[in-house]
């Protein structure tokens, strides 16, 4: 299966990107996206509030 995780802050973002990183590190999931994904400029005009979200997606091996 497939886990996304959506964050909103620094601190939330870098727990999940530790976890992932020791799942990974254990051969447990491997990436979907090298980098997370972001807003696009038209989701941040509509919803200024969005600006700082980061989607990371890991997909069990």
């Known amino acids: 299966g497939k886990l996304a995780v959506i ?3 620094s601190t939330e973002d870098r727990l999940v990107k530790r976890t992932f990183k020791n799942f990974k590190e254990k051969g447990l999931v491997s990436f ?3 980098k997370p994904i972001g807003p696009s400029r038209e989701e941040i005009q509509s919803n200024k509030r969005s600006r700082s979200a980061k989607l990371r997606v890991i997909e069990k091996q």
């Open 7 to 9: 964050t909103f802050h």
């Open 32 to 34: 979907v996206n090298k």
